[in-house]
């Protein structure tokens, strides 16, 4: 051994010490967590749903039906898998692979309490926003890939809405990064130990909560997938495990949008009592249920009422939000 | 090598980097498992275009709907200005003065001005 290659080792010995453990520990945890909070979110909706609409909803596998989407699971992977002849081969196969990037990406840098983050990233806030692009992307290439005229509609709705639907997103996370100053997840809770940033930006919270049942393609936004219209939109032509990759990006997006809202309003891990995960998941979750409840109680948009809708109402109250904002800091 | 990626700041990315290859291994594995496990009969019309049933009349790669391509047009003129606000943003409380109060006003009115521009031009107008 010469003793050039110390200082190597222990470089590698920094690099792969504890914050590889944390780094490892926690990929597991998510990657157990992100299918089972599908499968739970789908039997969510279909129990609220049920409700809403006076019946039981799924009552047969397990105690009121709770193990019903792991069926379901089991179900779509015993399916066979279609690729149609006229699709797109490649991007059809890329198209579902690439959608659950974001899923578990996104989760890096989101502090479900003080200690539990996998990384503290300077950038946070724009991590997620730049992965949770990617989804868009795949939804397009999944779309035009079938060959389905379904699915390319859908597709191309999807891209308009959700580029739409982007700017009034960004606009009111920037009011509320212009008062915190950083772009970390992390101290963006830490000051609201406080009094939580709802109360100072109640415009901004409601505009970033529209905004992301939009971006997730929900009702009243679903024109992406409108059934009474285009059978099931992007996804039309996609059958098994490729099917349930969609649907599980998709309802991961939910999760992780009511996390950032959590993170960026509800005072992320902070509670009555106590502070921890607890409340953190807690106020995520109740967060998705308001928008599954949203979803089952209004009905959807006309195309040109939902583009018109963020152009001429979101976009310049957000920008006004914005400004406003900027004014109180400078004056007070 | 390592050490320069330390000084780069490129160290946290090493964990989104960690994520992102097994994000993309994740899918790989559970189609891997639908394929083996899953039938997989060829029969002659099950590769055929769904189309409720009706036969597809040619392919659905035609051109259409120009009026998305003015939304996307706008997009670019707005969404890669609005990015510039990040940097201002949190550099924005460091000053004491109205200079960058100014500076926002008049950045956010020049952007303003794309959204006015197309309102006035009728994009927004379903036709």
């Known amino acids: 051994m010469n003793m050039t290659q110390l200082p190597i080792i222990k470089d590698v010995y920094g690099f792969l010490g504890p914050d590889l453990m944390a780094c490892v520990t926690g990929l597991l945890l998510i990657l157990m967590f992100v299918p089972l909070n599908s499968a739970f979110l789908v039997w969510v909706e279909r129990k609220v749903a049920g409700h809403i609409q006076l019946r039981p909803g799924p009552m047969e596998v397990g105690p009121h039906g709770i193990l019903q989407s792991l069926i379901d699971a089991v179900k779509l992977m015993c399916k066979e898998m279609i690729t149609p002849d006229l699709a797109d081969k490649y991007l059809f196969w890329i198209a579902p692979c690439t959608v659950v990037i974001p899923a578990i990406v996104c989760f890096v840098v989101i502090p479900f309490s003080p200690i539990m983050q996998v990384r503290e990233l300077n950038v946070g806030i724009l991590l997620i926003f730049a992965f949770s692009s990617i989804s868009g992307l795949s939804i397009l290439m999944g779309g035009w890939a079938s060959n389905n005229k379904y699915s390319l509609i859908g597709a191309v709705r999807a891209v308009a809405q959700s580029i739409a639907y982007e700017i009034p997103l960004l606009l009111s996370t920037m009011s509320v990064i212009i008062m915190s100053n950083s772009l970390k997840m992390s101290e963006i809770v830490a000051a609201q130990s406080p009094v939580w940033n709802f109360v100072w930006q109640p415009v901004a919270a409601i505009i970033f909560i529209i905004c992301t049942t939009a971006e997730t393609n929900r009702a009243p936004f679903d024109l992406v997938e409108a059934e009474s219209e285009l059978v099931s939109g992007f996804h039309t032509e996609y059958t098994g495990m490729r099917d349930a990759l969609f649907f599980m990006a998709e309802y991961t997006a939910m999760f992780i949008g009511s996390s950032m809202a959590v993170v960026l309003f509800f005072g992320g891990w902070y509670g009555p009592f106590f502070s921890g995960i607890f409340w953190f998941v807690l106020k995520a979750y109740l967060l998705v249920f308001v928008t599954v409840w949203i979803r089952w109680t209004f009905p959807r948009l006309r195309f040109d009422q939902l583009m018109n809708f963020a152009w001429k109402v979101l976009i310049p109250i957000s920008l006004l939000n914005l400004l406003v904002t900027a004014i109180v800091i400078k004056v007070l | ?127």
């Open chain 2, 1 to 127: 090598m390592f050490s320069q990626m330390l000084q780069a700041g490129l160290y946290d990315f090493f964990f989104v980097f960690i994520f992102f290859i097994v994000s993309l291994a994740l899918p790989v594995v559970m189609v891997a498992l639908n394929s083996l496990i899953g039938p997989n009969y060829r029969g002659k019309r099950r590769g055929e275009t769904y189309e409720s049933g009706v036969a597809p009349i040619r392919t659905a790669w035609i051109q259409f709907g120009a009026s998305y391509y003015l939304f996307a047009l706008i997009f670019l003129a707005f969404d890669v200005d609005v990015l510039y606000l990040f940097p201002v943003l949190l550099s924005y409380q460091r000053g004491t003065g109205f200079a960058e109060l100014v500076e926002l006003f008049i950045f956010l009115f020049i952007i303003s001005l794309a959204i006015v521009y197309a309102w006035r031009k009728g994009v927004f107008q379903w036709r």
